[in-house]
């Protein structure tokens, strides 16, 4: 099973109702869970706001692998 979540896409999208500037949509994944959001700025800036996301989701469940770019460290 990999629970490791991954960022799937990111597309520019419309601004939500009453906001301005440019908008991305992104979709990170893993086996179990979709998660479906909005970030607004550059698609380079979203990137890695989305991928600092997924880095902090695979910390924080533990499991996390090479592909997120996190190695967990023998104590």
Same mark, same amino acid.
């Given at each position: 099973?990999?629970?490791?979540?991954?960022?799937?896409?990111?597309?520019?999208?419309?601004?939500?109702?009453?906001?301005?500037?440019?908008?991305?949509?992104?979709?990170?994944? !893993?086996?179990?869970?979709?998660? $479906? #959001?909005? =970030?607004?700025?550059?698609?380079?800036? %979203?990137? /890695?706001?989305?991928?600092?996301?997924? !880095?902090?989701?695979?910390?924080? $469940? #533990?499991? =996390?692998?090479?592909?997120?770019?996190? %190695?967990? /460290?023998?104590?």
């Amino acid at each position: 099973m990999d629970r490791t979540f991954k960022l799937v896409s990111i597309d520019r999208t419309d601004a939500p109702e009453g906001g301005s500037g440019c908008w991305h949509r992104y979709v990170i994944e !893993n086996e179990y869970t979709v998660i $479906d #959001g909005c =970030a607004r700025g550059s698609k380079r800036a %979203v990137t /890695r706001y989305v991928r600092n996301y997924v !880095n902090q989701l695979n910390a924080k $469940d #533990g499991r =996390a692998k090479r592909a997120a770019g996190w %190695v967990r /460290r023998k104590r």
